[in-house]
């Protein structure tokens, strides 16, 4: 990866991060926040949406360019899926619980919060809101978070309703399941302060924390998304969408710089070569007995091919801008936003079954010479024509240098063309929810997951290590509450960070725990009627057993705590039984007796007790 000087470059990059709040129902109506098996879905109904105006008459540009691809919109409802869902019934007031944690967020971020939040209707057509907008209000503005390389400002935090969840995309359009629509999320937009990669992850890994802080954040695939805003100083403005894993940010913002640096210097190229691009036309009869295969099947099916002169580009349209993305990438990108596969160009043929003769023959269909290129579609002739001018819109901007467009991320760490980035004609008033007034004064500042490791270390003496492990887990309410029993920290820190990870590396089906299940173990170690060895035991016994009681698990299991009586019988069994390595090793062979002992009584008796007693057995026979 080439390295640059970002400083000299003029790097600029700001961070938006969208995450779900882990409430009990929706943000405008009573729905649970679960996700359902689309399997579950017990009906479906069909959508076809459009772009409306704003108050000033203007249609958003981003959501017009969504609008001339004509798809079909399928929904799954569930047994839980309401009216508000389905766009048949006004949304409700908006959920307190949801406004309660955006406002402890807003403290951790020492955020301004607004007097009065008005909820928006925020255009959105790609088929992701039945409605066709998705609702969303500002809450706070103006905080700040450090980083290792400087303040970076938190300019606003939005309150909005999550999207419904893609799951199949065919030729007639999109199926979206309904359970994901309107779980509450915020969007966190930081300032253009970032001017590194590194600092950007940096940034969202600290935002992050904060989130997860108030213990009132969803967890898992899915549930946070960081989108980021890069623009270097000759360059434009882009915003990289869907990022999942916070390890991708640096490296997609090292190859938007890499993008953008090489865009510049195509268009400087182009410059020099005085290029241009000519007018679409349709090439049909140029491939009428072609052997490539893609283009004959789209023949086949009554397609045609049209194509587009690209003056000048000759060897540039091949040209790398990304690891294994070329200018002609950018061109297929928006191609295939009109329905089209994908484009062939001249840089890259004869192949794909494209002769040379049929090469030289589309070059003189569109008058395209030696120092030109040429692009080609094959597809329905609707879809082929809307296509190619679409490659010629790409051209054209191509020669100017780099544009501004939202992006989406590859799990390469390069990213594709989605759309343009949308402008403020997309959001207008929502005329079916009151305005609140948000009380900072009603919640608490939460305490930092920082701060909880190291109140962890030095309030209960655990490493560093197991301490951030709990902390930032998420399960800590438990082990505090496993604490106050007066379970042993370390126990019970370990019991609900390793010993799950140890069970379930066995294949121990431990999803089937639930917190009751935990809790009820540490009260029978709390009361003595288990000893610290047996938890393991009896965790695999309930998962495997859910519904049983664990103090009925533990005596069918034969995990209560052993007496003195019971041990010294199961030690003297074991020392009988390698009477020859005692005889010859004395007290050297108490590690290996020790591990038999304790598989002997099953997690039975405390280790101390059996350590105690075994050291005396041997004593006696030495």
Same mark, same amino acid.
């Given at each position: ?353 494209? &002769?040379?003769? *049929? ?5 003189? @269909? =569109?008058? %395209?010479?030696? #120092? /030109?290129?040429?692009?080609? !579609? ?120 390793? &010993?799950?990870? *140890? ?5 121990? @089906? =431990?999803? %089937?725990?639930? #917190? /009751?299940?935990?809790?009820? !173990? ?101």
């Amino acid at each position: 990866m080439t390295e640059f000087d970002y400083a000299e470059l003029g790097l600029i990059a700001g961070l938006e991060i969208h995450q779900q709040l882990d409430t009990d129902t929706k943000l405008f109506c009573g729905c649970p926040t679960r996700l359902r098996d689309p399997e579950e879905s017990d009906r479906r109904f069909t959508r076809f949406l459009h772009p409306t105006p704003s108050e000033l008459g203007e249609i958003d540009e981003a959501a017009l360019e969504e609008s001339r691809v004509e798809r079909e919109f399928e929904y799954l409802a569930y047994d839980s899926t309401c009216l508000v869902e389905e766009d048949d019934e006004p949304p409700h007031r908006l959920d307190q619980e949801a406004l309660d944690t955006t406002l402890e967020i807003a403290q951790l971020m020492d955020m301004t919060v607004v007097d009065q939040a008005h909820v928006m209707r925020k255009v959105v057509i790609d088929g992701s809101n039945t409605s066709g907008f998705q609702r969303t209000t500002l809450v706070a503005t103006g905080g700040e978070i450090e980083t290792s390389e400087g303040t970076v400002g938190i300019e606003d935090m939005m309150l909005e309703e999550e999207s419904a969840q893609r799951v199949e995309e065919t030729d007639r359009g999109v199926t979206f399941s309904l359970d994901r629509l309107g779980i509450p999320l915020v969007e966190i937009g930081t300032s253009p302060d970032i001017r590194s990669p590194e600092q950007a992850r940096e940034a969202a890994e600290r935002i992050g924390m904060l989130l997860r802080s108030t213990g009132q954040v969803k967890r898992g695939l899915g549930t946070i998304r960081q989108d980021v805003n890069v623009s270097i100083g000759d360059g434009a403005r882009v915003e990289m969408k869907g990022i999942q894993s916070l390890e991708d940010i640096d490296d997609l913002v090292r190859h938007e710089v890499e993008r953008q640096v090489s865009l510049l210097d195509l268009a400087e190229q182009l410059e020099e070569r005085e290029a241009a691009v000519g007018e679409i036309a349709a090439v049909t009869a140029v491939f009428e007995d072609t052997e490539s295969g893609v283009i004959a099947g789209s023949l086949d099916a009554g397609g045609e091919v049209w194509a587009v002169p690209l003056f000048g580009f000759d060897g540039l349209v091949g040209a790398e801008i990304q690891p294994d993305r070329r200018l002609g990438t950018e061109f297929s990108d928006h191609a295939k936003r009109h329905g089209a596969g994908g484009i062939f160009h001249t840089d890259e043929l004869p192949a794909y079954g494209v &002769t040379e003769r *049929e090469v030289s023959a589309l070059r003189d @269909a =569109v008058g %395209a010479g030696p #120092e /030109d290129a040429v692009a080609i !579609v094959a597809a329905a002739p609707a879809v082929a024509e809307q296509s190619i001018e679409a490659v010629a819109e790409r051209a054209h901007v191509a020669i100017e240098g780099v544009p501004e467009e939202t992006r989406g991320a590859n799990e390469d760490g390069t990213s594709r063309y989605l759309r343009p980035l949308p402008g403020a004609a997309r959001m207008y008033p929502e005329t079916d929810v009151p305005p609140v007034e948000p009380d900072p004064t009603a919640v608490e500042t939460p305490e930092l997951l920082t701060e909880k490791t190291s109140r962890y270390q030095s309030e209960f003496g655990l490493d560093a290590g197991l301490a951030e492990q709990v902390a930032y887990g998420t399960r800590w309410p438990l082990f505090e509450d496993a604490v106050q029993m007066g379970v042993s920290p370390t126990l019970a820190a370990q019991t609900i960070e390793s &010993t799950v990870t *140890e069970l379930r590396r066995d294949d121990v @089906a =431990v999803e %089937a725990l639930e #917190e /009751d299940h935990f809790r009820a !173990v540490f009260e029978l170690v709390a009361a003595d009627e288990l000893t610290q060895e047996g938890v393991p035991e009896l965790l695999r016994e309930l998962a495997a057993n859910p519904d049983q009681s664990a103090a009925d698990a533990a005596e069918a299991a034969g995990l209560g705590s052993a007496d003195e009586a019971v041990v010294r019988e199961a030690v003297q069994t074991v020392i009988e039984r390698n009477a020859g390595q005692v005889q010859k090793e004395g007290m050297g062979a108490f590690s290996a007796l020790m591990g038999e002992c304790m598989g002997e009584l099953r997690g039975k008796a405390d280790g101390e007790l059996v350590s105690d007693v075994l050291r005396s057995e041997i004593q006696k026979r030495v």
